[in-house]
DNA sequence: GTAATGACCTTGG
DNA sequence: ACCAAGGCCATTA
């Protein structure tokens, strides 16, 4: 083991590494994918180690069960966040992500085939 | 070493 | 249907 940080933390990272382009998941899907649905919390702690990881993550595209951008206070500007979506041609309104259902991507369900 | 917090989700009333 | 509280795991103070 000998791990900087946790296992745990290593596959969120690569799994929102995963997400595919214009798709979004959310902080339980990631969980409930590595076995902890109910450690959901943790998922989201390690976004916010994110910083620390020497590979850029897509923290963009983790959103929270309601779609809506928490964390987007976390990251460099604020703004930041939503304007990566956009980009994504993924519509924000009020911090919360459109048609959430359309671009929801589970790895449980992606990466499971 | 103990206590409190956190980019959450689920269940109970 | 809506509101409230608990639970889980890891990190930081």
New binding site residues.
């Given amino acids: 083991m000998a791990k900087t ?2 296992d ?2 290593d596959q969120v990272f690569q799994v929102v590494r995963l997400i595919p382009k214009g798709r979004v998941t ?4 990631i ?2 994918y590595l076995g ?17 990881q020497k590979e850029f ?1 897509p ?2 595209r ?5 779609g ?8 460099s500007t604020p703004y930041l ?1 939503q304007e990566l979506l956009e980009k994504e041609k993924i519509e924000v309104k009020n911090d919360t992500v459109v048609n959430l259902k359309k671009h929801y991507w589970d790895p449980a369900i992606e990466l499971a085939l």
């Fill in positions: 940080q946790s745990f933390f959310s902080y339980g899907a969980a409930n902890a649905k109910s450690s959901s919390r943790v998922v989201g702690y390690a976004m916010n180690a994110s910083h620390s993550v923290a963009h983790v959103l929270n069960r309601n809506q951008l928490t964390g987007k206070h976390h990251f966040m």
